[in-house]
């Protein structure tokens, strides 16, 4: 297959970025036939895009929060495919419900995000869980921000989707770095720091964010660690 380098920047062997949103501040990724996330509500057409020549076979998210399935409906019919999340989501991903954990679900930005980016819900084909593989990475249980949240890692060559697990943007300023996710965001902060600390522990070598730029890590990871 001949690959336009202008659809997707490809990250390592079999791993696409695709950025939604200007700056790295909105991504999802293309990890051999699986997409991972798929942005906001208005994101499909431009996902469609950039998957045209592109074998696709499954869908799945990190978690069910609105940047992350908006588009994932009219994904799933468009291209047909399966809809797959951690078990502890399945709900909130079926359902569209997907500021339901926030600590504060009735905030100014909660609801816009219900009003504008949310995607409506769609069924579930399957969970997974850690032990489990999506192509040639493992799935990695990773709750705080959401309790359903997943990350994908390849031991061969270090790629870690991340999620949001941890941002490699502040997302007011869209400053380059890496940051706790917002707490308004956020489920449980201190269970998330535990699974930054459990992401860590793989020493992963390429960390694609679900906000901000791919990192090829040269020990800003390990600097990170010390200051939470």
Not at 132 to 157: C, L, M, N, Q, Y
Not at 195 to 208: A, E, G, T, W, Y
Request: hydrophobic letters at 35%.
């Amino acid at each position: 297959m001949l690959i336009n380098q202008n659809i997707m920047n490809q990250v390592a062997k079999d791993v696409y970025q695709i950025s939604l949103m200007p700056r790295n501040s909105i991504n999802c990724y293309l990890l051999e036939d699986v997409l991972i996330d798929a942005g906001i509500r208005s994101s499909g057409k431009k996902i469609l895009k950039k998957l045209e020549g592109f074998e696709v076979n499954t869908h799945a998210i990190t978690h069910a929060h609105a940047d992350h399935q908006g588009a994932s409906k009219e994904i799933c019919e468009k291209l047909g495919i399966p809809f797959i999340c951690h078990e502890y989501d399945k709900r909130r991903a079926e359902q569209g419900v997907v500021a339901e954990e926030y600590p504060n679900p009735n905030n100014f930005i909660a609801k816009f995000q219900m009003s504008y980016w949310a995607g409506l819900g769609h069924k579930i084909s399957r969970t997974i869980k850690e032990g489990e593989k999506i192509g040639g990475f493992a799935v990695i249980e990773t709750p705080g921000h959401a309790s359903g949240h997943i990350s994908f890692f390849r031991e061969k060559d270090g790629v870690l989707i991340v999620g949001d697990v941890i941002n490699n943007m502040n997302l007011l300023t869209t400053r380059v770095g890496l940051q706790e996710p917002p707490k308004m965001f956020t489920a449980n902060a201190e269970q998330n720091r535990e699974s930054i600390k459990k992401l860590f522990n793989l020493d992963p070598r390429i960390l694609c964010f679900g906000h901000g730029p791919v990192l090829y890590n040269s020990g800003e990871l390990e600097k990170f660690i010390k200051k939470i």
